[in-house]
């Protein structure tokens, strides 16, 4: 079964502190995403990747970046963190390469508290 | 921008009871997917449907594309407990390379 990993599933950090949070995938997916998901919005998309060291922006990319120097890691900075950052975050890989529609594997979250 | 409507938001049932979730948007997709989402975990692909007036079947639980692409729903016979969970609908645009997801349907069954 595909593995996607997130390093924390929970994290408390402070206000202008900045945050990593790690993402690794098992199943040599060329995509993967950042989500944030807020009660009553969904999964609202951050930023994704194709490929190695590259990137982009999604609809609410404001305040995060991204890095993925490996295939199988893909890592979400928020280089100042704001209380209104606090939310689940869901990391997510895919494949296109089986064609067809993209079935993203998701990762258990990690609930970031910014205090 | 495409965008996903679910309804209802919340719903709580007893169990044995039937129940339809709906997704609705102004855009044509050219497919779309159901996730559900269990407490502490990440949402899981259980359907896909591609094909306008397409339905799926995964035992209790019916799929059902629209004929024009723009809304789907997904239905559940004598739900059980073990339904309980959010419900998230995601379209794929024409063309575009990324999906977009509707808010989501908490679903919750009383023993």
């Known amino acids: 079964d595909v593995k996607v990993t997130q390093s924390s599933r929970y994290l408390v950090k402070r206000t202008g502190e900045k945050v990593f949070l790690e993402c690794v995938q098992d199943m040599d997916h060329e995509n993967m995403f950042w989500y944030r998901q807020d009660p009553g919005l969904g999964l609202r998309l951050i930023y994704f990747?194709?490929?190695?060291?590259?990137?982009e922006k999604g609809d609410i990319p404001e305040g995060y970046s991204v890095s993925r120097e490996k295939k199988e890691r893909f890592s979400l900075i928020l280089e100042s963190a704001s209380t209104n950052q606090t939310s689940m975050y869901l990391c997510?890989?895919?494949?296109?390469?089986?064609?067809?529609?993209?079935?993203?594997?998701f990762g258990s979250g990690t609930q970031l508290s910014v205090l | 921008t495409q965008l996903l409507e679910q309804s209802p938001q919340f719903l709580s049932i007893q169990e044995g009871e039937n129940l339809t979730v709906y997704c609705n948007s102004s855009?044509?997709?050219?497919?779309l997917q159901w996730y559900r989402q269990e407490p502490g975990e990440g949402p899981v692909l259980l359907v896909t449907v591609v094909t306008g007036g397409e339905v799926k079947k995964l035992k209790r639980l019916t799929f059902q594309f629209g004929d024009a692409r723009k809304d789907s729903s997904l239905h559940i016979t004598a739900a059980q407990p073990g339904d309980t969970g959010l419900y998230l609908c995601a379209g794929a645009g024409q063309g575009a390379q990324k999906l977009v997801f509707g808010q989501g349907t908490r679903l919750t069954i009383n023993p």
């Open positions: 997510a890989s895919s494949t296109t390469r089986t064609g067809g529609t993209e079935k993203l594997f």
């Open positions: 990747s194709y490929d190695v060291k590259m990137k």
């Open positions: 855009s044509v997709f050219s497919s």
